[in-house]
């Protein structure tokens, strides 16, 4: 026992009756606080290293980068993508100014974006295409999926959840990601006058205010409702990017009430001969989006607002051959990794945008329409005994394949 009083910590040099747990080592002991003080510091040093790794990981590119490589992946839309590109270039400036400690009397408040466009335009691919450029986590959620708290439904805040899932829990990284949250205009109320009563969709949009803004969201890791007894991971959201899209159907409608009521007196601020009626969208602002039915809150959160332009044939022509990751261009690489050469009659495109229009889904709907005319040569070519080495697709095995194709095929989104 009288050996025992001498054991002491080889840090700090408590005895071992002054301290709850004394481990013993080869050539020492090491009591519980000094443990701990060594967690702290590594813990210290670990957050300094990772913020480093972070700030070499993200590839900040100039403005006129980013929309080049853009260019890239996207056809046309010229003007969202050079709203979206200085939106992205500031708020990630604004994120390195701060972490290089240069933070002063000027605070930056964050830009979330909005944009509008109808369906298949590509307001989901400018906000993933974004991400992948500048290696942040990037998530999509649906925001007819979430509701306030207290009703059936996700939280707002289950979407941090899945960034950090993207992120591979990496909180450091997900606090630096960009969330796209698509079908904003789904959550509007149904008029721009507020009543005594909230109604429900009223409600899922006050309840990502603070979200928006910048709060410490307490997330369970799994996702779902939060439970009393469930462990929660804190999340920042003041350095996440959000990216909120929608069709907004029918909005044109309330911009030409706008504009015409503007058009009239000396006060007009663009002239009624001036409007150019085949693409309203360009003249969009706040006003119009809270006469859709969006609270006056929420857009205030989204500063900066852009459009997306109805795709005509020739857009829809380039989307299909052009880009990096053209449809046709996939369809060419899967054929050539079973050896085959892959070849299309120039009718066949002509086809392809001809049905695409027809059931107006913009460029999403060109994938459906292209998986309902290659499905059976898809099937037959990998099991090939012979070895097919070239396969021309022709306009009458295209309009053959589509003849008989299910409806719901061609519509796939």
Known sequence: M????????????????EVKILIAGLNGHICETCITQAHNLIKEENAGTQKQQLQQALTLLKPAAIKEKLDEYVIGQDDAKKVLSVAVYNHFKRINH???????????????????GETGTGKTLLARTIAKLLNV?????????????????????SVITRLLQASDYD?????????FIDEIDKISRKG?????????????????????????ANVPPQGGRKHPDAKMIQVNTKNILFICGGAFDGIDKKIANRLNTQAVGYSASVKEAEIDKDNLLQYINPQDLKS??????LIGRLPVLTYLKPLDRQALRNILTDPKNALIKQYIHLFKMDGCKLQFDEEVYNLIIDKAV??????????GICEAIMLDIMFDIPSDEK???QFTVTLDYAMEKLKHAKLNQLLVA
């Open 137 to 157: 986590p990037f998530c999509i959620a649906d925001a007819t999926i979430f509701t306030e708290a207290g009703y059936v439904g996700e939280d707002v805040e």
């Open 2 to 17: 009288a050996k025992e009083t001498l054991l002491r910590c080889t840090m700090c040099g408590r005895e071992k009756k």
């Open 387 to 389: 070895g097919t080495k």
């Open 98 to 116: 701060v972490a290089k400690g240069n933070a002063e009397d000027i605070d930056i408040d964050k830009s979330n974006v909005i944009l509008v």
């Open 292 to 297: 859709y039915g969006l609270i006056p809150e």
């Open 192 to 216: 721009d006058n507020p009543s005594i009563t909230r109604d429900l969709k009223e409600g899922t949009q006050h309840a990502f205010l603070k979200l928006l803004e910048g709060t410490v």
């Open 358 to 367: 027809e059931f107006k889904l913009g460029a999403r709907g060109l994938r």
């Open 171 to 179: 909180v450091a990284a997900a606090e630096r990601g960009i969330v």
